[in-house]
């Protein structure tokens, strides 16, 4: 059944800290809401894996790759929303996914049992709602924190309409925020009257529930909510993707002088988003989902008007279609409308890839651009986005007057018409990663109602005259050269994200003033860059230039690069960026003292690299004076700061720091935060003479850190690339160990350069030794039942893995020997039976040894065998039965294969 809540559950499964803790290699999700076709589902697998578009023409070519990307790993693979019943079809795709590693899941959604019984998988059935929580869930919505609950009456009604809504989650919830807005008993009447509810049981497949709700939407809301019928079924937006679409509708309340068309069309967003049409996929991410149920109401509503031609889709696009959307792969072409279409009446032609994260892919026009165009006429949004075939825009567009959003980003256009300046109502023009265009048309002043200019990542270097006179133009761009003069800047009003390079050009520190930085009220990123390799600096200059150059207090992100000044501008001092949230203090080598950064409230990350005027860190001047600093402060790093020598810390500073990062900091002594909650990552490297007890962490890297202290009591997973150093405490919590280079001594039971204790570790579940240049052995006296991946390199002088590895490493299932020439056998009790990979890299004599290795029911799959030196492999029983891959590489003199050994029938 749909809207029961499967979807919601398994995306809190899918984020749950817990299902971290399993350490899946690969974590993919994968909505399938369409006909189960093997080479797409497939595909669509890959790509979520790769974040990357594929173009493999069938489904070998697919599934070698998939092969490929998750032998070995463990991963979680959600299939969302099935409906095959075809065993042969899952046998099919399942193929390549047996060769993940143990541990690997598949979790699925449906609405069938038939299906569960297809794929021949556990089955948990979602049941409707109870009535109590039916309505605590409505009157979750329908109440919040109105008084209205309070009367009897509506409480009457409303639960009866619960009971309408049968138990299903999403239909109480529309329901209950549709009646959120309805203030009178008499509204809720209506609804619970309605005649929706018998006449859509009867004739469709749609919930009445949310139906309704969409018949008492406001009519500028139907209009909006239409436009999602161009998207796919379970397609990830960000806020601005509709939002830009329905501002060329010119609906009503745009036209309030009071606001502008954008933030009248954000507000219809929140309204979807508060009455559950549209819901927020991660709290922490501005991405939408829509339920796929309402994707169906969206489509039924529409009939047609607003249509999406998926791919390799038979069904035609009807007569009365004014809205189109186009699904297009990577170098896929689009042919025609076909002979039914009247793309002379098209209000919108919008390509659109398969997937959110398909940036780096181009589709191809089987017509000329040219002939594109004359088949428009009363098209308002036209997007050729990623079309490869485009170089330049026709003269014709001039002809397309009710053109009011043009989209012509990823493309190879060189240069803009000068005809595109007598579209009188064109609104929006995005131009984005237009690499090789290098100016805008002169007369972009003369399109008054253009109030959106998007240039990110294009060579234009010169800003077209007079924009300040268009006073609604938000214009987008992700860089501006100074050479042609910063005072460009000016009249633009600036959103998003900007970063301002060489502003050493900057002659006159008034010039920087008239860029008048400090009203860009919608500006949140900002960057400010110097050339790091001018020829000379001026630091009072700079100094000069940087004062002038205050941002707006909205300002969330600022990153300094390069400046020379010697000392940070007073708007960093006084505090007057309040809402920061990120700031990145880089090169800035002349500086000799940080802001009192620590009385931002709102900063969570802090980076500080290569500022070597800075030799001591103290209270007053880092943490300002303040009882609690950095109260928000999540990630720290400090890196190249090679003066750097004392870091007195404020007792109660830090309270929620998560990472701390200090690396090549070479003369630095001081303390260390000490915290009351231990961090997810400490990583200190090249910090050769720090001697101090470091925070408790679950995470730690360590390289060449002095005398540090540890304290095991927290970590989980420790990895040292170090020489000298200390550990205090127990390693019973420690659950992954990675050492490379020589480890000298830990002072707890004393390992010595020739055994590695595994005993001391007994929670240890990877285990990875690299260049133990006397390591000759790994001892065990107890059963270990948690390492699961064991790792030895460049351990020339070993020669003995654990006696009885059989019995005392029942849960190992991945073991990796590289270059540990001695190593000549393996123990008399041969392999675990439960290891499932094994790679052997110059290690020619244990090869020779696997004949016995692996005793009764041996679960080995891979076999991984690099520069061995063999003239003929394998022998005879060498191999078991169970093998299904077996890579061999960089063995030069290697002449045959042994395919009696091979039992070729067995190899996938």
């Known amino acids: 059944m749909g809207g029961v809540g499967k979807t919601t559950l398994t995306q809190h499964v899918f984020n749950d800290p817990r299902v971290d803790e399993a350490k899946f290699d690969v974590k993919v999700w994968v909505c399938v809401s369409h006909e189960f076709d093997v080479f797409k589902i497939s595909r669509a697998i890959l790509e979520a894996i790769t974040k990357s578009t594929d173009d493999s023409r069938d489904t070998e070519m697919v599934h070698t790759s998939l092969k490929e990307e998750l032998t070995g790993k463990k991963f979680l693979l959600i299939l969302d929303d099935v409906g095959n019943e075809n065993q042969f079809k899952w046998e099919e795709v399942q193929k390549p996914l047996l060769f993940g590693a143990q541990g690997s899941r598949i979790l699925m959604t449906t609405r069938s049992k038939e299906v569960c019984s297809t794929m021949r998988s556990d089955e948990h059935s979602l049941q409707q709602l109870q009535e ?33 809504c049968k138990g299903l989650p999403l239909a109480l919830k529309t329901m ?13 009447k209506t609804v619970f009257q309605s005649e929706i509810w018998e006449f859509l049981n009867e004739c469709c497949n749609i919930i009445p529930s949310l139906a309704l709700s969409y018949i008492h939407l406001p009519s500028q809301l139907k209009v909006c909510f239409a436009y999602c019928a161009l998207f796919p079924k379970d397609y990830e937006f960000k806020k601005e993707c509709l939002i830009h679409l329905w501002m060329t ?36 991410k501005e991405v939408f989902v829509m339920h796929d149920l309402l994707h169906d109401l969206a489509k039924y509503v529409c009939g047609g008007l607003y249509f999406r031609c998926e791919l390799d889709q038979t069904e035609k696009i009807p007569k009365v279609t004014r809205h189109f959307s186009v699904e297009l792969g990577h170098n896929q072409h689009f042919d025609e409308f076909g002979t039914l279409c009247n793309s002379k009446r098209l209000r919108t032609f919008m390509p659109k890839a398969r997937n959110t994260y398909q940036l780096y892919y181009h589709w191809h026009c089987n017509i000329s651009i040219h002939e594109l165009f004359t088949k428009f006429k009363f098209l308002r949004i036209l997007s050729l986005s990623h079309c490869s075939d485009l170089k330049e825009l026709p003269d014709y567009v001039s002809n397309l007057e009710h053109l009011r959003s043009i989209n012509l980003s990823h493309t190879a256009i060189e240069k803009l018409s000068e005809r595109i300046c007598v579209l009188p109502y064109l609104q929006i023009l995005k131009l984005n990663y237009c690499r090789d265009l290098e100016e805008l ?119 300094i690069v390069n400046y020379g000044g010697k000392r940070f501008p007073n708007w960093l001092l006084d505090n007057s960026l309040w809402n920061i949230v ?33 030799v001591s860190i103290v209270d007053g001047d880092f943490h300002g004076n303040n009882i609690s600093s950095f109260k928000s402060l999540e990630t720290l790093h400090f890196s190249y700061m090679r003066q750097w020598e004392k870091w007195d810390c404020q007792a109660d500073a830090f309270p929620r720091l998560r990472d701390l990062s200090i690396r090549k900091c070479p003369k630095l002594k001081g303390q260390l935060p000490k915290q009351l909650i231990p961090l997810e990552k400490l990583q200190i490297k090249d910090c050769q003479q720090l001697e101090a007890f470091a925070p408790r962490a679950l995470d730690l890297q360590l390289r060449n850190c002095g005398k540090l202290q540890l304290e095991c009591g927290t970590m989980k997973r420790l990895t040292m690339e170090t020489s000298l150093f200390e550990i205090v405490g127990l ?118 040894s696997l004949k016995g290795a692996f005793r009764d029911s041996p679960s080995l799959k891979i076999l991984e065998i690099d520069e061995v030196d063999a003239k003929c492999f394998p022998d005879k029983g060498l191999l078991p039965l169970s093998l299904t891959f077996l890579i061999i590489s960089h063995c030069p003199n290697l002449e045959k294969l042994d395919y009696k050994g091979l039992h070729l029938g067995l190899f996938e």
């Open 132 to 164: 109590d929580d039916c309505w605590k869930l409505f009157s979750k919505h329908a109440f919040r924190d109105d008084d209205t609950q309070s009367d009897p009456e509506c409480r009457k009604i409303g639960m009866e309409i619960v009971r309408k």
């Open 249 to 284: 509708e010119n609906l009503p309340h745009c036209r309030q002088h009071s606001k502008t068309p954008e933030e009248v069309c954000q507000q219809y967003f929140n309204d979807l988003v508060s009455r559950s049409f549209l819901q927020k996929l991660d709290e922490n």
């Open 582 to 614: 990120s700031l990145v203090l880089d090169e800035c080598e002349f500086c000799e003292r940080l802001p009192p950064l620590g009385l931002l409230p709102f900063l969570k990350v802090l980076k500080i690299i290569k500022l070597d005027g800075v």
């Open 176 to 188: 209950g925020s549709l009646l959120y807005n309805k203030s009178s008993i008499s509204d809720w």
């Open 441 to 559: 048309p002169s007369n972009l002043h003369l399109l008054t109602n253009l109030c959106r200019l998007e240039i990110k990542v294009t060579n234009v270097r010169k800003m077209p005259p007079y924009l300040g006179k268009l006073t609604n133009l938000k214009v987008v761009m992700s860089s501006f050269n100074v050479g042609h003069g910063i005072q460009q800047l000016g009249e633009l009003n600036l959103e998003g994200s900007i970063s301002i390079e060489e502003l050493q050009n900057v002659e006159n520190s008034l010039d920087a003033l008239e860029a008048d930085l400090k009203n860009k009220t919608h500006l949140v990123t900002l960057k400010l860059r110097w050339d790091w390799d001018r020829d000379s600096i001026d630091s009072k200059s700079e100094e000069d230039v940087i004062v002038n150059l205050q941002p707006s207090k909205n300002l969330k992100e600022l990153s």
């Open 731 to 848: 390693y019973d919590t420690l659950e992954d160990l990675y050492i490379d280079s020589p480890l000298e001594s830990i002072n707890d039971g004393c390992i010595s350069l020739r055994s590695f204790p595994l005993d001391l570790f007994p929670k240890l579940k990877t285990l990875a030794l690299s260049g133990f240049d006397n390591l000759e052995m790994i001892s065990q006296s107890f059963v270990h039942n948690h390492l699961e991946h064991l790792k030895l390199e460049y351990c020339l002088k070993f020669e003995s893995l654990p006696g009885s590895m059989h019995m005392l490493l029942p849960s190992l299932r991945s073991l990796s020997i590289r270059d540990c020439p001695r190593l000549e056998s393996f123990p008399d009790g041969g392999l675990p039976s439960n290891l499932e990979e094994l790679e052997i890299s110059k290690c020619s004599r244990l090869v020779g």
